[in-house]
């Protein structure tokens, strides 16, 4: 694990080299952002959603948070939502889930915590739900991982329903919502589900 100033000597290396190739990087980069994406990803230190997409400064719009959950009642998505959406007009929402997840993984084991037990009921219910098919999945990691890509596919769904995203159908702005699951095993994404506005009767 890098120290503190190892952080910022590999910071300073970053910078020089970037400006070595384009003396005007860092210009550009301050005038402003115009990102075609809206990442919504969960905190796994081991999920940096620009290594795993080669996606460089101002290519993802990001919010983050413990299994990539969408609550209705999360201002800090809601804002990062209205403002992707109604500002930056992203064209595109990824939700994006992960293999070995702790925060799926916390609500399969029935996890009672104080801040965190709250946060994946969500999660839980969606076990509760899916638990005869789960059942007939061999190992927990198998269902665990299983769970994940269910719960991303529910949350590709419950976007779809939020006001923001429905107003901005309504006024013909193309806004595509993706479920996505990266595999920590293999490095690789893959898709899920699509919300494509065009088959939609709000975008008609």
């Known amino acids: 694990m890098k120290s503190f100033d190892q952080m910022f000597l590999a910071n300073r290396s970053w910078a020089q080299a970037k ?4 003396k005007e990087y860092f210009t550009r980069l301050s005038k402003g952002q115009s990102p075609k994406y809206l990442w919504i990803g969960c905190s796994d230190s081991r999920v940096p959603e620009t290594e795993i997409t080669g996606s460089g400064p101002g290519e993802l719009f990001v919010h983050r948070n413990i299994a990539n959950l969408v609550h209705s009642n ?18 595109h929402i990824v939700v994006c889930g992960h293999c070995n997840c702790g925060g799926v993984k916390a609500a399969f084991d029935g996890l009672e915590d104080e801040h965190l037990g709250e946060w994946i009921g969500d999660i839980k219910s969606t076990y509760m739900s899916n638990k005869s098919g789960l059942s007939e999945i061999d190992s927990d990691m198998a269902k665990i991982n299983r769970l994940a890509e269910i719960s991303v596919v529910k949350q590709v769904d419950k976007l779809a329903e939020f006001d923001i995203v429905k107003n901005a159908w309504k006024r013909k702005q193309r806004l595509f919502i ?9 490095g690789e994404l893959n898709t899920l589900k699509e919300v494509n506005p065009d088959e939609l009767p709000e975008f008609q």
Do not use: C, P, R, T
């Not at 400006?19 to 384009?22: S, T």
């Not at 993706?178 to 293999?186: L, Q, R």
């Open 19 to 22: 400006l070595q190739n384009d």
């Open 74 to 91: 999360d201002e800090s998505l809601l804002s990062v939502l209205k403002y992707a959406v109604d500002y930056l007009k992203v064209k």
């Open 178 to 186: 993706h479920g996505w699951m990266f595999n920590i095993s293999s």
